[in-house]
């Protein structure tokens, strides 16, 4: 349910989507997809789906829904991601959230402005593997503005997280090619571009 402006009313359980700039929510409101309502609190907004408060958000169709909506929201926005699950029993509840992280969220989205994340997966035989992966790696990270490991999946894998501005990533996907071509003992899996999930991720 909204107040007729866009705006949920004050009833009503809401699941949490992303945190974006109030700016970018005015100059492209009639952008947002499927449901998506917004939730202003000063110069940042809320993005919002009306929902049961009886965890039904996390089946694994409501799950697949939310991860889509965040990322129709990244293609021509910042956002800072939330995890499917955070839920607000009404409108108040979450402006509440935005006011009192209103600090930290400000300044997320200040580090993710204009950024987008990739993640690499590097496979291959262990010996191999941990002679190469730690050279494409600084090597890559000199392409990004940040980067992390994560955490390995097995022994013969290597991941890792990074954060790319949007204009340097046609070159940092070209050198992953590249990369690829030169290590053919190898394999490297890039994916995304993803939301900022490992770098800036709200919780329930």
């Known amino acids: 349910m909204t107040d007729g402006s866009g705006t949920p009313d004050a009833s009503g ?3 949490l989507i992303g945190v974006i700039r109030m700016s970018e929510v005015e100059q492209r409101l009639s952008a947002l997809p499927g449901d998506l309502q917004r939730l202003p609190f000063r110069d940042i907004a809320a993005l919002v789906i ?5 965890g039904a958000d996390l089946q ?3 799950v697949v829904e939310h991860n889509s909506a965040l990322e129709k929201v990244m293609d ?10 955070v839920i607000f029993e009404s409108s108040l509840a979450a402006r509440e959230f935005l006011k009192a992280r209103y600090l930290p969220l400000r300044e ?12 690499l997966h590097i496979r291959g035989v262990v010996g191999v593997l941990d002679e190469a992966s730690p050279d494409i790696y600084r090597e890559l990270r000199q392409l990004a503005h940040s980067s992390m490991s994560l955490v390995k999946p097995d ?4 991941s890792a997280g990074f954060l790319v501005d949007r204009a340097s990533t046609r070159q940092f996907v070209g050198r992953v090619e590249e990369l690829a071509a030169e290590n053919p003992d190898i394999s490297l899996d890039l994916t995304g571009p993803w939301p900022p999930y490992d770098f800036v991720l709200i919780r329930a």
């Open 155 to 158: 022994q013969n894998t290597f």
């Open 60 to 62: 694994p169709a409501h």
């Open 76 to 85: 021509s926005r910042t956002v800072i991601p939330a995890a499917p699950g």
């Open 108 to 119: 997320a989205l200040g580090v993710v402005d204009g950024r987008c994340e990739f993640r």
């Open 50 to 54: 009306a929902c049961d408060s009886d």
């Open 13 to 15: 359980a809401l699941t």
